[in-house]
């Protein structure tokens, strides 16, 4: 039994300042939150830290080097050890847009870690970025490898990898609601993304169960006039889209703080969640290159100011955020509340994927736990009531 005390607790969206409460765990799980704790537990004295559910990853390409994209197995593995410097309890590795041949490559590199488990964060399952998006607003996906929905590819896609657990897509494009209706009918989470649709089209696709907006505002079209007249685009619609989680990519660069703010005041705590959509920049030093995607053939960048960089600087590529700076950013450039910014970086998350055992310190859910002092500096993360990462 393991029991944290000294630490200012954060649940349910709420600090509580008075630290006289214990989290109590055992068997990797809470189970109390009380005044009382076991007398005979081993203690974790948090000397008034904050104490919260682990930060869940939605949206990531990469860390410290690695990109999912480089299709190795150990290097995968590797990359799960590094996230929980950063409080990452749960990660969806994210795979871009690439031919069937590099996907199921990066899908066969992931395989082990669902099958073994990790010395870091918890491997969730995959995220499809890609490869049914519209060239209007690909970024940085490849535009060579972009192809239109193709609701049998995705289907031989998910019974050759069954931990695929989201799949991204531009709902405008022909082929779109059938691949919807596909992801639907395998339980996977589908997100509206890399889009040119309109407001109504968006709407559309939530009607038909689309659930996530990926990196809103990012690749994505807004209002704009046609003929004259003025219509809301994939932004809007997205806003409107009461089932809809956005992500809001909490760099603090790619959404300025006016925006995380508005897209809080308009989505609510509940329905944005903090990504980094990383590349494997994050965690590297100031002056590192590498590449977006494969190591070898991907679109080289470096580090620089806090974000990825083309070579000549002419362009942003990417971040490279960290889940306890997209926190950060959030508490103290954007003026959310501490227990929100939190709760979009762990409850919400959780939800968007459907996993009801973790995303809170609440009796009976997994004991996914990290201490972070009031720079959101990582102390501590413990995975399934085990420490692995101690600063
Ligand atoms: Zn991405």
Known sequence: MLVIKNARLIVGGRVCDDTTKALVIEDGYIRAITDTPPADAEVIDAEGLYCSAGFVELHTHGINGYDFMDADAAGAGKALVDYARF???????????????????????????????????????????GPYFNAAQAGAQPPEVLRLPDAEEVTRFLNAYPFIR????????????EVIETLVLRD???????????????????????????????GMS??????????????EGCMLADDITAEAIGDGIHLPP??????????????????????RGAAM???????????????????????????????????????????????????IPLGDAVRMATATPAAAMGLTDRG???EGLRADVVLFDDRITVHRTIVGGKTVYIR
């Not at 690439?98 to 870091?120: I, K, M, W, Y």
């Not at 807004?222 to 932004?235: I, L, Q």
């Not at 070898?296 to 100011?305: K, M, N, Q, Y």
């Not at 974000?307 to 600087?313: E, F, K, S, T």
């Open 360 to 362: 809170d310190l609440q």
């Open 166 to 177: 989201r799949w991204d897509l531009a709902p405008e494009l022909e082929g779109a609601a």
């Open 188 to 218: 996977v989470v589908t997100g509206v993304a890399h889009t040119d649709a309109d407001s109504m089209t968006i709407l559309q696709a939530a009607i038909q169960g689309c659930t996530v907006a990926t990196h809103l505002y990012s």
């Open 87 to 129: 409080g990452v309890t749960g990660v969806y590795p994210t795979l871009m847009t690439a031919s069937a041949e590099d996907l199921a490559a990066a899908l066969d590199s992931l395989r082990p870690l669902a099958e073994t488990p990790s010395d870091g964060a918890q491997f969730l399952g995959a995220h499809m970025e």
């Open 285 to 335: 030093p100031e002056g590192s290159a590498g590449r977006i995607g494969h190591y070898e053939t991907g679109v080289p960048i470096v580090v620089a100011d806090g974000v990825a960089w083309l070579p000549d600087r002419s362009a942003f590529a990417g971040s490279i955020a960290t889940m306890d700076r997209t926190v950060r950013t959030a508490v103290y450039e954007a003026g």
């Open 258 to 279: 006016e925006l995380l703010h508005l897209t809080w005041k308009v989505k609510g705590t509940n329905r944005m969640a903090l990504v980094t959509d990383s590349n």
């Open 222 to 235: 807004s209002v704009n006039r046609k003929d004259g007249f003025r219509h809301g685009g994939a932004v």
